[in-house]
Structure formats: structure tokens, C-alpha cells
């Protein structure tokens, strides 16, 4: 446990005043959520409208081919189920940074930051809460998807959650370190453009990598360079009770690499919003 | 993450063993591919005569009866030994075969000779030949044994064979190019799939006549990609299931209302099946994906698919937990 120098007395911090101030983060992070109802509409009718539009035209294009984790053929809406759940992921990891972006601008950020505890169970604490608003958004996503017939087993439901928290917090500290580099809010919308929409469709979140190579090799190694392909790939063998062992190392250094960058670009005495060298610690 | 991964590996563990043995024949690879169904993995695979197709264990479990149509001829396979042991005298180019109850008497539909020829098993022998229409291929036989169905494909008629007299006794018109027939259980109903005709008629064995039919639509295939040729009744004639071919899905029907309740997909150009005696799995046969996928009959669900030899076209499964046991 680590401690930090105040002007009345050097001292630690017991476990309970961590859990307090991860408790008050969570909660209010969950508050905003729900009291967002468009917000968790929109992260819920965005997948689905991929499942149910997308999907529904491009539905003989797979069952031609088995490919793990799957044993035998499946339809092209079970396989972008995984996918889909990384996405919900994706634009939410973006969304809680988005709200770091406007807590700055508002200054509530300035109250997160003046509490005593270190930034960076203080940054920790606001991933933690990101990633639990994305496990909400993709658990009720799969309850919708099971009368759609993607019927994963059962067992299937509880091994995903792992991977679940490790790929929402490797999504958030990424996108934590994207806007400690953004000033205002208006350009966070470009850079979701930037990051999001190649992130996502250059990985195996709607075509299997094998079928990528067939068309281009030189994007299949961008999309096994992708991060968000290992997500997805983690996801969908975690959720047949598979772990996929490359995309679980790959995800989780990931995410050390994504969270250590964060934390050191928003240390203040780096300068806060300065673009400060990211990932240069890592 | 690894605690549930012990949790899935310890209910995979807790499964209780179903060993059944399955043999199927490789049309093109000519060979018989032996699948355990309790690891679902190919045990064995044993080189036949050329073209197997028509392929069923002997009642007593104690052999495996194919047809290998360019040897015209039937082989026996040891089930014990797993190698072809004694042959049959079928006529030219046999392609299906049924047996009668008691597991006696063997009716083979020899495809160029638009003949049956009647097979006495005990012996091993022929006992004569039956006339029937032109590309004779599916063959059942009533429950109550009176009665030998075979279809024609060309004719397009179900045949119905008096067993003891061995002459026809009616034919019934059917859809384009009759595959495969199946009896219920309870013999009320023969269901006759129709591979060009896309449809499977339902036929009264009383009265000789259709009584319905069974049609098929899956949104986004053509019609014409949709063949049915095998047909699975379940043991309390509730539902069956219909291969389609190269529509590569298997039709669940309902039997009381004839309609399509489910289509689960398989491999491709999916051919015949086959139940295991408890009935809990279905394994098809599919031909351009050379595997077998097996379905849970319960679930209604395909758990998985099996690579085997190419072309894979019938499929048998031990009456009993392992060969050679009878029932």
C-alpha cells in the first residue's frame, strides 16, 4: 500500500478508505449510468441493429467452415455475437473516458483528483466503474440474443465474465490514455471516429481472420496486430468455456501497458492535459 | 478464469459414457469410417469395396451389412474384428437395403437392375428377385413385417411388396425423384421424401393413398437447393427430422400439424442419419463436408461435427452399448 505526503501528517490508508472511495466511484459512475437511460439504450439498440440488419443479410456467408471455438457449422449471427459484445465494450470504454473529458471541463474532475488517495487507485477505481456499466450493457445484450437462438451453454454465461472485466478494463485504460490527450470535448468525437471504427473493423469482430487473409494478407496482420481482435477472440472461446491463451497474454499486457501510460499521462505534475509521453513508461 | 475453465472440465468429466459405435460409409473414399460416441472421434477407418453406400448392423449387432454398389455386391463387416469378413449376393449395383424384424430376411433395391433381390441372412443366400420400377432405392418394411416398401426414383411410386407372396400389391404416385421411405412406429403413416419434388408425401399404408404433405422453406435458399432424402422418425412417432441436402440443414417436423418446426444447420449436402438406441443423439451424414454432425435430439440442437472419409452417404449405429452385444 503506498501512501502520499499531506500538509498535516504523513500517513497510510487502511483498506477501508480504499473501499470507500472505489464504493463512492462505482456508485456514482452506476448513478450516472442509470440516470442515462438513452445512453443504455443506444449502447443496447447499436449491436442489435447489427444482429438483426446486419447479420440477417450476410446469413448464408459462414456455415461453410469449422473454426475453434465453434464444433460444428454456425450461422454468421452466432459468430459476430462475441464481436458485438466487444463493441458494446469498445464504445463504452470510449464513453467513460468521454466523461472524464467533461468532468474536466466541469470541474468535477478536480474533486475526484483533490482526494488523498493515490491517482491511481483513483484512475483504477474509475475503470472498475466503467467496466461494470459495459458488463451491464453486454449481459443484457445477451439475454436479448438468446431469443434471437445464439444459445451459448449455460456454463458459457459465467466463464465469459473474466474475460469480460479484463477486455472492459483494457478498452477503458486505453481509452483513459486517448483523452488525457484531449482538451475539449469537441475533438474527443474525431478521435472516436479514429479509433473506434478501424479498431473495429479491422479485427475478427464480423469476419473470421482466415477469411481476411484470403482477401488481404497484409490486413490480416493488422488485424492480429489489433487488440481488439484478441478481445474479441478472448470473449468468444471464454464464452464456450475455452481460453484462447495468446489473446488472454495479449489482452492482459494490454492492458497493464494501456493503464500504466494512463496513470502516468494524468499526473499533474506531468501536466494534465499536456500531451505528455504516453506509454513511456510502459 | 482457470477455476471456471476446472468447473467446465469438471462437468465435461462428470458426463456419464454412452460408448455407442457408429460406422459410416465413404461413398467416394470407399471406406467405412467407425465413430466411438462417447469421445465422438473416428476409432477406425476400414477399407470396403468400391462405392459403399446402403449401410445397417445385422439385429443381432454381431455385423455391419453395406452395399457397395461397383463390387455389386454386399459386405459382411465383423463388428468384433472390424474387417470385412463374407459378402452377400445382391443383384447389380445395390445401393439400400432393409431387413425384416426377426433380422431373417434381407430385401436389397438394386439400383441398375430396377430389381429387389430377397436375401435369406442365416444362410447367406438368395432366394429370388422381385420386379420393380426404375431406380429402385429407398426400402422399409412395416412394423407388423407383412408389408416391403421400396420407391423408384425415376418411376417416382412407392412400391408396396407383399412379403410373402413377394409380388406388388399397389403403387403409390409420389413427388419427383422418391428417396427414402420410413414407417411410424404405431405403422399409421409412411412418410416418402422426395428429392426433386422438394417434399416429403405422408402416405395411409391402408388405404394406399397421400394423405399430406411436408414442405420446406428456409428464407434465403433457393427451392431447388432444398432435397430431402433421409428421414428420422423418434420412437413415439412425435417428430421427425428431414435432411434437406445441399440446403445443408436438417428439417425438424412436427408429425401431428406436418410443419417445420426448426432447421438446425449441419454440414454440407447432408445425406442420411441415424439415431443411438437411447435416443438421446442424431448423427447425419454429410457428403461435400466429409463429416458427420451430431445432433442433440432433445435440445434440438447440432453439438458438433466429425470429420470422416469423403463423401460420406449412410450411417448405422450399434443396437447395443458396445459391438457385438445384441440388444
Redo the contacts between chains.
Sequence with gaps: MSSITTRDAPRGFTASEYMTCLTGIVWREGLRFLHQRERFVSALVRPLVWLFIFAAGFRQVLGISIIPPYETYILYEVFIAPGLMAMIQLFNGMQSSLSMVYDREMGNMRTLLVSPLPRGFLLFCKLLAGTAVSLLQVYAFLIIAWFWDITPPLIGYLTVLPALILSGLMLGSLGMLISSGIKQLENFAGVMNFVIFPMFFASSALYPLWRVQEGSPYLYYVCQANPFTHAVELIRFALYGQINWVSLAVVAGCTIVFMIAAIYAYDPSRGLARRGPAGGEA | ?FG??S??AL?LAATPAHAFVAYVSNEKSNTVSVIDTDSWTVTKTIKVGQRPRGIEFTRDGKFVMVAVGDDDTIQLIDANKQTVVDTLPSGPDPELFTQDAAGKTLYVANENDNTVTVIDLEKRARLGDIQVGVEPEGMTISPDGKTLINTSETTNMAHFIDTASRQIVANVLVDARPRFAEYKHDASELWVSSEIGGSVSIVDPGKHAVIGKVTFEI???RKEAIQPVGIGMTKDDKTAFVALGPA?RIAVVDTATRKVTKYL????RVWHMAFTPDEKYLLTTNGV?NDV??IDVAAQ?????IQVGELPWGITIAPGIAPGIAR
Excluded at chain 2, 265 to 268: A, C, F, N, T, W
Design positions: 478464469m471456471a475453465a468447473l467446465v462437468a428464407p434465403g435458399l445443408n444447420l449441419v454440414g454440407q463436408s454432425s451430431v440442437k447440432v453439438i458438433k461435427s
